[in-house]
Each structure stands twice: as structure tokens, then as C-alpha cells.
């Protein structure tokens, strides 16, 4: 069973910053694609950023020059740096592995809330 294990959420205002972080087994970081998700109620769950095991990234156009998806190897994660919050942003983020087509893994969710 893969483990996701989420950090860095909470409340901050517009126009600030938050860091989340998505720790996995050493075993497959880096093997397999990572992704962020978000999901507001009512709302799909929308893709935010990837990262491929090569380290090739991808954005949604709403969070590009403001979101950084990066690998931290040392702690075996997957790390989503939001500048510029915007209350838009507002949603539970969740982190994402897909092991191949029909197997993928799912974080707890994290809560990012963004006031105006």
C-alpha cells in the first residue's frame, strides 16, 4: 500500500504564500509522476501541477508564474510552493501518485484556505 502523507495547509491572506509538501516510501520517489490536485465543493477535482520522474513539470494556466512543483530528495517528497494566493486558490489540495493506468494513490487532503 502506498502512503501519502500531506503538510503545509491553512489560512493565510491574498497576496501571500504557503508550502505544501507530499512525503512517500523511498521506494518509488521519483519513479512515478506526482501530481497536485484540488477539489472545491461542488466542483471536480482539478489538476494544479505535475511533475513527471524526470522532473518535467506541468501547470493549470490558472496557477502558472505563481506555483512551483518541486522534488525535495532528501525528505522523499513532492513539494507545491504557492506564491501570490489568491482567494480563488481556495480548496483542499490533495497530492497524487499514478502508479500506472489503472493504479494511482490519493493524500488525505490538505485544506488551503485564502481570504480577501
Known amino acids: 500500500q502506498v502512503q501519502l502523507v500531506e503538510s503545509g495547509g491553512g489560512l493565510v491572506q491574498a497576496g501571500e504564500s504557503l508550502r505544501l509538501s507530499c512525503a512517500t516510501s523511498r521506494s518509488i520517489f521519483g519513479v512515478y509522476p506526482m501530481a497536485w490536485y484540488r477539489q472545491v465543493p461542488g466542483k471536480q477535482r482539478e489538476l494544479v501541477a505535475s511533475i513527471t520522474s524526470g522532473g518535467s513539470t506541468d501547470y493549470a494556466d490558472s496557477v502558472k508564474g505563481r506555483f512551483t512543483i518541486s522534488r525535495d530528495n532528501a525528505k522523499n517528497a513532492v513539494n507545491l510552493q504557492m506564491s501570490s494566493l489568491k482567494p480563488e486558490d481556495t480548496g483542499v489540495y490533495y497530492c497524487?501518485?499514478?502508479?500506472?493506468?489503472?493504479?494511482?494513490?490519493w493524500g488525505q487532503g490538505t485544506q488551503v484556505t485564502v481570504s480577501s
Open positions: 497524487n501518485i499514478r502508479i500506472n493506468r489503472n493504479r494511482e494513490y
